[in-house]
Structure formats: C-alpha cells, structure tokens
C-alpha cells in the first residue's frame, strides 16, 4: 500500500479517505474511512463516506463509529445507519491512540497470554521461537504478515471491514506518529520459551510487520544470529551461556544459516570474535 497521508484537519473537517483497493488489498469495494476529528456529528460525517460500510474516526477525541450507508433514492442522498464497531477494530483503534509517547510505542505481546492491550500473539507459530525467526527469512515475512493483521484487528470475516481496518490503523499510526514524533510502531514478541523477537510496523507498509534485524534474544538473553551478521557481525561478540542444551541446539541452527565457524564441543559457555573480518566461535 502507499504511503498514506492525513492533511491538517480543523475541528469537526471531515476528509474522506475513499478507499482504491483495486490492486492494493483485493477487489474494489464499497464504503471508506472518514476522518472527522473533534466531531459534532458522525453520522453526518460518515454519509460523505459513499455507499456501504463506513467507518468514521475522531483521532483527537479518541472515537471511532461505524454506520452502513445506504442510497436514499427519494432524497437522493446516502444515510447512515449506525453498527456496531467490530471489538477486533476498536481495540485496534485504541491502541494506536493511546500511544502518547516513545515508551507506549514498543508493545509487548506473550505467546499464550493476551496483552494488556488487548492484542494476542498471532496464530499459526505455536511450535517457533525466535531462533527459528532469526534463521528464517521466509518466516519473518510470514509472522510480519500474521502481525499485521492481529494489531490491525483484521479477521476471517468480512474482506470490506479488512481493508478498513488496515487503512484505519495507517491513519491512525501516520497520525500519531506525526503528533509524537515516531516513524512506526514496535512490537515485542516474546515465545512460550521465553526468546525475544522484535517487529516493526510502519504506516507507509502496514499489511506486513517488519523483521527488526540484530534484535532477537533467545531465552537467557543471549544474542542470536541473523541477517545482521554481514553488516554488523562485530555486535555479536562477547560471552555466550547456555543453562539448557535445547538453547545451544537453536544457537547452533541459526548460526549454521549463517555460516558461522564454531570450534570445541558444545557446552554451558562460548565466546565470539571478530577475527579476520568474520565473526568466529568456540566453546570453552
């Protein structure tokens, strides 16, 4: 999707964000997205908003409504009838405009235990970890897809309300972004066995998350390897321990897709180098 701007709204301007979906997110559909900041009157707003399902957000009063459009041959006009906001969108919505500052831009979200943002880990990765992440770039981009889409609060339902709650969430991060300076969101994925992988969603690429390269920690806090290491191998020296073989057994697969040489026989501690413009391990 490209990159999507707000323009500066004065109190109760609505501008409708009437959505191009051909070619974007899938066929072209009815019904947008109304941005109508400090609103008098929503559903006024949401009838410049086209046929269909329309959602109309107030980011400075921190609202969000959905209506149903529907043309009014006599008056020949759209009006608005109201519905219910998805719960999935409204904790979506709510989430982007309660971040006030830097600290409340990295989310943390646990395999298995719901958020206190009300966000869940995404589904499908139950038996990954941030080991397999890092080694895989594959994966990444399907967790950055599977992310996306639960922090947008996009379902299995309907594709119309999909779309919106994408471009709602662009807004929102766009709008957000602007007011406190930040380019983006953070999200802290941390796996039933306690590794760490971080994620980065923008409003300019927000149906997928990006994979944030040299971030990713297994368990004990020990760094693990991944596209990283050509750029910036010397960030992984240091001393390496390992309380549980499993830890070494992950280390040692994603050091192995980056043709990391590793000497001695695996054990509780290890060491990096940086020799010879390469990153060299041993066990000791």
């Known amino acids: 999707?490209?990159?999507?701007?707000?323009?500066?709204?004065?109190?109760?301007?609505?501008?409708?964000?009437?959505l191009l979906l051909a070619g974007t997110f899938g066929p072209a559909v009815a019904g947008g997205l109304v941005v109508c900041n400090d609103c008098s009157d929503p559903a006024d707003a949401a009838e410049k908003g086209g046929?269909?399902?329309?959602?109309?957000?107030?980011?400075?009063?921190?609202?969000?409504?959905?209506?149903?459009?529907?043309f009014d041959g006599d008056a020949q006009r759209y009006r608005a009838r109201p519905r219910p906001v998805p719960a999935s969108i409204a904790e979506a919505?709510?989430?982007?405009?309660?971040?006030?500052?830097?600290?409340?831009?990295?989310?943390?979200?646990?395999?298995?235990?719901?958020?206190?943002?009300?966000?869940?880990?995404?589904?499908?990765?139950?038996?990954?970890?941030?080991?397999?992440?890092?080694?895989?770039?594959?994966?990444?981009?399907?967790?950055?897809?599977?992310?996306?889409?639960?922090?947008?609060g996009a379902g299995p339902g309907s594709a119309t309300l999909n779309d919106l709650a994408f471009e709602l969430t662009a807004l929102g991060l766009d709008f957000t972004g602007k007011a406190i300076g930040l380019d983006g969101v953070t999200v802290n994925l941390v796996w039933r066995d306690g590794s760490r992988t971080m994620m980065k969603l923008r409003s300019d690429a927000i149906t997928r998350a990006e994979y944030v390269v040299g971030a990713s920690e297994d368990a004990e806090g020990n760094k693990l390897p991944d596209s990283?290491?050509?750029?910036?191998?010397?960030?992984?020296?240091?001393?390496?321990?390992?309380?549980?073989?499993?830890?070494?057994?992950?280390?040692?697969?994603?050091?192995?897709?980056?043709?990391?040489?590793?000497?001695?026989?695996?054990?509780?501690?290890m060491s990096c180098v940086w020799e010879n413009h390469a990153l060299a391990c041993h066990f000791h």
């Open 1 to 18: 999707m490209g990159d999507t701007r707000i323009p500066h709204l004065r109190p109760g301007t609505a501008w409708v964000a009437t």
């Open 51 to 70: 046929g269909g399902t329309v959602l109309v957000s107030d980011f400075h009063g921190r609202k969000l409504w959905a209506f149903e459009n529907r």
């Open 93 to 152: 919505f709510a989430r982007i405009v309660n971040i006030t500052d830097a600290t409340q831009a990295v989310i943390t979200v646990r395999q298995g235990i719901v958020a206190g943002t009300g966000m869940m880990f995404p589904d499908g990765f139950e038996d990954a970890n941030a080991a397999l992440v890092a080694a895989d770039s594959d994966m990444q981009q399907l967790l950055g897809t599977a992310l996306a889409r639960r922090f947008a």
């Open 228 to 269: 990283s290491i050509a750029s910036d191998g010397g960030s992984y020296v240091g001393d390496y321990r390992f309380s549980d073989p499993a830890l070494i057994d992950d280390w040692l697969h994603a050091a192995a897709q980056f043709d990391i040489p590793i000497r001695g026989t695996p054990g509780p501690r």
